[in-house]
């Protein structure tokens, strides 16, 4: 079955810098990757996806990189702000897509 | 994306008894899911709800404990049996997109159960 690691499981930075966060899976036909964020007390919402026929994605301040060879994908945030701070999940699909396992997740806390 | 709603939103009771958590959703959907999130953990599986069979549980989690119920394309049922303190968690339902978005899975705002 499918294995996610992801890496830091805490992450401070100041106001303005980047922030990086990266996920490895196991299963190499994994072909969908999403992050979803966590605000304290709110459900998970998906911020960002990456299909495995590209090689990144951006979204305004946010971007996802996917190096399917090494299998690991990578959360990009750039010019953090306070309301960046959450906890942040990756996960990686396995039963032909339908299901996913999710990583540990990782505090980033934006330090003003 | 599809609105999601719960209910309960939360709850305390009492170990042994059992509380039923509904999920519905404003459209029609295929993949309907339900998770757990322990205190301060990550999201685990607990089955896939499949509208006119029964839900397929992953391991660790069995139907006499986590009994769940899908009788349409837009409503679901999970009922957490013979609770204990162990079972105290968030639980959120959720669903896949669509076809013109497969894959992507939106939550729902969640189910918190304390078990005293």
């Known amino acids: 079955g499918e294995n996610v690691e992801q890496h830091p499981s805490t992450l401070s930075v100041q106001e303005g810098d980047s922030a990086v966060i990266k996920c490895t899976y196991s299963d190499s036909a994994s072909n969908y990757f999403p992050w979803y964020k966590q605000e304290l007390g709110k459900r998970p919402q998906l911020i960002i996806d990456i299909r495995s026929n590209v090689g990144e994605k951006k979204d305004q301040r946010i971007a996802v990189t996917l190096n399917k060879t090494a299998k690991h994908f990578s959360l990009h945030i750039t010019e953090t702000q306070p309301e960046d701070s959450a906890v942040y999940f990756c996960a990686a699909p396995y039963n032909y897509g339908q299901n996913f396992v999710f990583g540990p997740g990782t505090r980033l806390s934006v330090l003003p | 994306s599809a609105v999601i709603s719960q209910k309960p939103s939360r709850d305390i009771c009492q170990r042994g008894t059992s509380l039923t958590i509904q999920c519905q959703v404003d459209?029609?959907?295929?993949?309907m899911f339900w998770y757990r999130q322990q205190p301060g953990q990550s999201l685990t599986l607990i089955a896939t709800?499949?509208?006119?069979?029964?839900?397929?549980?992953e391991s660790g989690f069995v139907i006499d404990k986590f009994p769940i119920s899908r009788p349409n394309l837009t409503f679901s049922t999970l009922t957490v049996s013979n609770m204990s303190p162990e079972d105290s968690s968030i639980y959120l339902c959720s669903v896949e997109g669509g076809i013109a978005s497969s894959y992507e899975q939106y939550f729902g705002p969640g189910t918190r159960l304390t078990v005293t």
């Open positions: 709800a499949n509208q006119g069979s029964e839900a397929t549980y």
């Open positions: 459209s029609q959907v295929t993949m």
